[in-house]
């Protein structure tokens, strides 16, 4: 997706590109809760993950070395929701982001987690989004 053309004073446009991966609803089980009782046993939350990089060399190429090896990052999140618990979904949403951005050459990243905790709700989430400088 074309998001906007850069023009600097005496320098040809520059494309800007904001191309994005999203892996929806990633099934994770961990310990995460404020209580010792909600923590004491793994519990399944759902992931969406969106990251954004410039996918035009991949579009261009056919390559995996070109893109987001989004197989890779599924393994990431869950490795990581395996090794750590957490007392709030907003730090392991922030855990999840900075793993993302230190394992893979992104622009932008965005986490939601769904929480299934609250009786008479369907869901409980927190969204958070994160630039690289």
């Given at each position: 997706?074309?998001?906007?053309?850069?023009?600097?004073?005496?320098?040809?446009p520059v494309e800007?590109?904001?191309?994005?991966?999203?892996?929806?609803?990633?099934?994770?089980?961990?310990?995460?809760?404020?209580?010792?009782?909600?923590?004491?046993?793994?519990?399944?939350?759902?992931?969406?993950?969106?990251?954004?990089?410039?996918?035009?060399?991949?579009?261009?190429?056919?390559?995996?070395?070109?893109?987001?090896?989004?197989?890779?990052v599924c393994e990431?999140?869950?490795?990581?929701?395996?090794?750590?618990?957490?007392?709030?979904?907003?730090?392991?949403?922030?855990?999840?982001?900075?793993?993302?951005?230190?394992?893979?050459?992104?622009?932008?990243?965005?986490?939601?987690?769904?929480?299934?905790?609250?009786?008479?709700?369907?869901?409980?989430?927190?969204?958070?989004?994160r630039r690289r400088?």
């Open positions: 997706m074309l998001v906007s053309r850069e023009v600097r004073p005496g320098a040809a800007v590109f904001e191309d994005s991966i999203v892996i929806k609803d990633l099934e994770v089980w961990c310990h995460v809760g404020v209580t010792n009782e909600e923590r004491a046993q793994r519990q399944k939350l759902l992931v969406t993950l969106e990251m954004n990089r410039d996918l035009s060399m991949a579009a261009r190429t056919d390559q995996l070395v070109h893109t987001i090896d989004y197989q890779r990431k999140v869950k490795q990581l929701v395996l090794e750590k618990s957490w007392r709030l979904i907003e730090a392991m949403a922030g855990d999840i982001i900075q793993c993302v951005h230190s394992n893979f050459r992104l622009t932008h990243v965005s986490v939601e987690i769904r929480k299934f905790v609250l009786p008479d709700t369907a869901y409980v989430a927190v969204h958070l989004a400088p």
